[in-house]
């Protein structure tokens, strides 16, 4: 968590984070947080990440990543955006 902190220039809130819920009834259901998208204060923050394995293609996981971002900038409405020369 330190070198995330170090590296990263935004604080992840609920991102890389359990969401989910446990019942009385002793059943659960969570899941690890890879999109994510916070409306506050007429802001909108969004992260976006996948599961990486072994077997991950380091360059299909990058394209996948910049899929998921194109996906929740669609949903706002906004059809490109360029942000210190990344461009979605």
């Known amino acids: 968590m330190e070198i995330i902190e170090e590296l990263e220039p935004v604080r992840r809130g ?4 359990a969401i989910g819920y446990l019942g009385f009834d002793g059943n659960a259901d969570l899941s690890i947080v890879i999109r994510s998208m916070v409306c ?9 990440g996948g599961g990486i394995t072994i077997d991950s293609d380091p360059q299909a ?3 996948e990543t ?3 971002a194109r ?3 669609r949903a706002l409405g ?9 461009r979605l």
């Open 14 to 17: 609920v991102y890389t984070g």
């Open 40 to 48: 506050h204060k007429g802001e909108v923050h969004f992260h976006v």
């Open 61 to 63: 996981e990058y394209h």
């Open 66 to 68: 910049l899929d998921k």
């Open 71 to 73: 996906a929740l900038l």
């Open 78 to 86: 906004v059809s490109r955006l360029e942000v210190d020369g990344w």
